[in-house]
């Protein structure tokens, strides 16, 4: 840039702050510094890390980087409130989901809704993700490859979300993110420290629309998780 371009930049400059100081006395409007956001990339996520959900979304679903995404009718990101402090994590889409593009709908997603009504909660103050973004045929388990594929994008997720409490719900949730073999029966209930966050393990909703007499072990665990948020609420 050219001497005399600074200057009359500088003067531009000036002119300006004077302007404001006629019309506002002593007090000058200056532009809000930007808040840093402190960031934890986990270990295996997209680096460098997208600014926000929304583009990471844009940036990953039409990924066809395992077969599932030559089968399945929409790529289900995730749903909520991008700033919530608890993020549900489930196993993979199903078929009302595959057909809507959204975590936990139909008959699992309003029985969801009814255990976060029990203990004052409700889907604004979750976010909800899955393991896989695409529905394995005839809502089979997930095989290990599709795991593998589909893994960095949970966890560039949570990267970009940073909850402080992480809901696994259901068994392949668990196992993916604690690394763990041990089975439902042993984790469900239980929390576990993850990289910051703290994890409980519960049954997938769906086990208790099959199960309803076990209802009781979704209402304990959905206690644990407000008596967990509200501890956290209150330290600040």
């Known amino acids: 840039m050219k001497q005399s371009d600074s200057l009359g930049e500088a003067?531009?400059?000036?002119?300006?702050?004077?302007?404001?100081?006629?019309?506002?006395?002593?007090?000058?409007?200056?532009?809000p510094k930007p808040v840093a956001k402190r960031l934890?990339?986990?270990?295996?996520?997209w680096t460098p890390l997208p600014l926000s959900l929304d583009e990471f979304e844009k940036q990953i679903h039409q990924c066809t980087?395992?077969?599932?995404?030559?089968?399945?009718?929409?790529?289900?990101?995730?749903?909520?409130?991008?700033?919530?402090?608890?993020?549900?994590?489930?196993?993979?889409?199903?078929?009302?989901?595959d057909e809507q593009g959204v975590p936990?709908?139909?008959?699992?997603?309003?029985?969801?809704?009814?255990?976060?009504a029990e203990v004052g909660l409700s889907r604004k103050d979750i976010y909800i993700c899955n393991v896989l973004k695409c529905r394995p045929p005839?809502?089979?388990?997930?095989?290990?490859?599709?795991?593998?594929?589909?893994?960095?994008?949970?966890l560039t997720q949570l990267s970009i979300l940073r909850p402080k409490i992480l809901v696994c719900v259901g068994r392949f949730a668990a196992q993916?993110?604690?690394?763990?073999?041990?089975?439902?029966?042993a984790l469900r209930g239980r929390l576990f420290p993850w990289d910051?966050?703290?994890?409980?393990?519960?049954?997938?909703?769906?086990?208790?629309?099959?199960?309803?007499?076990?209802?009781?072990w979704g209402q304990e665990d959905?206690?644990?998780?407000?008596?967990?948020?509200?501890?956290?609420?209150?330290?600040g």
């Open 11 to 31: 003067r531009n400059l000036a002119r300006r702050y004077f302007e404001q100081q006629s019309l506002f006395e002593t007090e000058v409007f200056l532009p």
């Open 40 to 45: 934890r990339v986990l270990r295996g996520a």
């Open 65 to 97: 980087r395992c077969p599932l995404g030559q089968t399945r009718k929409k790529f289900v990101f995730g749903v909520g409130n991008p700033e919530a402090e608890i993020v549900f994590v489930g196993e993979a889409p199903g078929r009302e989901e």
């Open 104 to 116: 936990f709908v139909g008959r699992a997603g309003k029985l969801l809704d009814q255990l976060l």
């Open 138 to 154: 005839e809502n089979r388990d997930p095989e290990p490859i599709e795991i593998e594929t589909c893994k960095p994008y949970l």
């Open 176 to 185: 993916v993110l604690l690394g763990t073999k041990e089975s439902m029966k």
């Open 196 to 216: 910051g966050a703290q994890v409980l393990i519960t049954y997938h909703t769906a086990y208790y629309l099959r199960n309803p007499n076990d209802i009781h």
């Open 222 to 235: 959905f206690a644990l998780l407000r008596r967990l948020y509200d501890e956290i609420q209150s330290s």
